[in-house]
């Protein structure tokens, strides 16, 4: 009866298959997260577009005249000279 050797070939091809599969869920878990990251990433940017506009508006608003005497009469409750300022009564 032959005696049955060891086989050092399966051993290092199953020791390299292995570690090629260990690096290929490394890489695919990073990359997960990676896109995780960039899609929080493309919410906070959108916010902040958002918020932009919305400041931008405001600045576009307080450029006018008007805007700037409504706001000082509604909000501040100031008056030209020679004016009395309304204010509602209250309930």
Do not use: C
Request: avoid cysteine; aromatic fraction near 8%.
């Amino acid at each position: 009866m032959k005696k049955k050797r060891f086989n050092w070939f399966a051993l290092i091809m199953f020791v390299v298959v292995a570690y090629f599969v260990t690096i290929l869920v490394s890489q695919q878990v990073n990359l997960s997260h990676v896109s995780e990251s960039q899609h929080l990433a493309d919410k906070r940017l959108e916010a902040a577009k958002s918020e932009n506009d919305k400041l931008k508006k405001q600045y576009e608003d307080l450029q006018d005249v008007n805007n700037i005497e409504r706001i000082a009469r509604e909000d501040l409750g100031l008056a030209k000279q020679g004016e009395l300022p309304y204010q509602a009564a209250s309930k």
